[in-house]
């Protein structure tokens, strides 16, 4: 099976798609490759390199104890491209996996991407700071990750269907609920903890603000992991050169609820043709 080395000597596992203009998914926390089915198998199909890995502590990725601050998650990503060499990429992260393409971009520069897609992510700032008045307060915080921590399984499972909004109509077999839950299981307490509280207490208003790049800006009008206001809405306000998609009655796991409006809208961003 395919693995890189990461920035400290962690193998990470990957999977290459395709041919053509590369285009390289990023994970949230929790979920590995795999979760990118819906995207990979379709733009694979449709003449582009889809390439995905699993982040350290999660899938078939060394499951170390350290390195779940932004700064190594992006050199992580660095070693990726490096390893394969990839040249105007399009980076395509979601949820937190947003603050590690931020990261990347301000620690490594821009020489081999050409375009950045951010989906349903938790940047610019969750938290609540004197400047940013909005933001989640600490203890709310830290009541929702010991009710987590206690009982992973159950919570995942108590909260998929507010992943995927199904209050608001959103259609999803309870099969396909399942499978995400069990995918979200399949990374260690050490990272399931570390990189939510990366994720949440990063600032990143700063990097986004910083952008020099194309962007793309998808986010769900009903996401309770990373609410509009507080992310989607507030970023397009930031990052200069942006397309901003707002999608009505979708959650967070709107890469599988929404596949094919994603899909469409990422072909459309990279000026891929269909075959």
């Known amino acids: ?30 979920l590995g490759s795999g979760s ?9 199909e449709v003449g582009l390199r889809c390439v995905a890995y699993d982040k350290r502590g999660h899938g078939r990725s060394d499951w170390v104890g350290h390195g779940y601050d932004y700064d190594t998650l992006a050199d992580d990503l660095a070693a990726l491209l490096d390893h394969l060499d990839l040249r105007e990429v399009t980076l395509v992260a979601h949820s937190m996996g947003g603050g590690e393409v931020l990261r990347y971009l301000s620690r490594h520069g821009r ?45 995942m499972a108590q909260n998929a269907q507010a992943f995927f909004a199904t209050q608001l109509g959103n259609k999803i077999s309870t099969e396909l609920i399942e499978w995400t839950v069990r995918r979200c299981l399949d990374c260690s307490a050490k990272a399931a903890v570390e990189v939510v509280r990366t994720g949440f207490h990063t600032d990143l208003r700063a990097e986004a603000a910083a952008l020099q790049l194309p962007v ?3 986010h769900g009008d009903a996401d309770a992991s990373a609410p509009v206001d507080l992310c989607g809405r507030r970023l397009a306000e930031l990052v200069p050169d942006n397309v901003y998609q707002e999608y009505p009655r979708a959650g967070h796991g709107l890469f599988i609820t929404h596949a094919d409006d994603v899909n469409r809208d990422l072909l459309e961003f990279i000026g891929a043709v269909r075959r």
């Open 216 to 218: 793309l800006i998808i």
């Open 1 to 30: 099976m395919p693995y890189f080395e990461g920035s400290d000597g962690t193998s990470l596992f990957y999977t290459d798609w395709g041919r053509g203009k590369p285009v390289v998914f990023v994970t949230g926390a929790w």
């Open 111 to 155: 020489d081999r991407v050409g375009r950045v897609v951010l989906m349903a992510v938790t940047a610019p700032l969750m938290a609540w700071a004197p400047d940013h008045q909005e933001g989640i307060r600490q203890h709310l915080f830290d009541a929702v990750e010991a009710e987590r921590t206690r009982d992973r399984p159950r919570w």
């Open 36 to 44: 990118w089915e819906y995207q990979m198998l379709p733009l694979s």
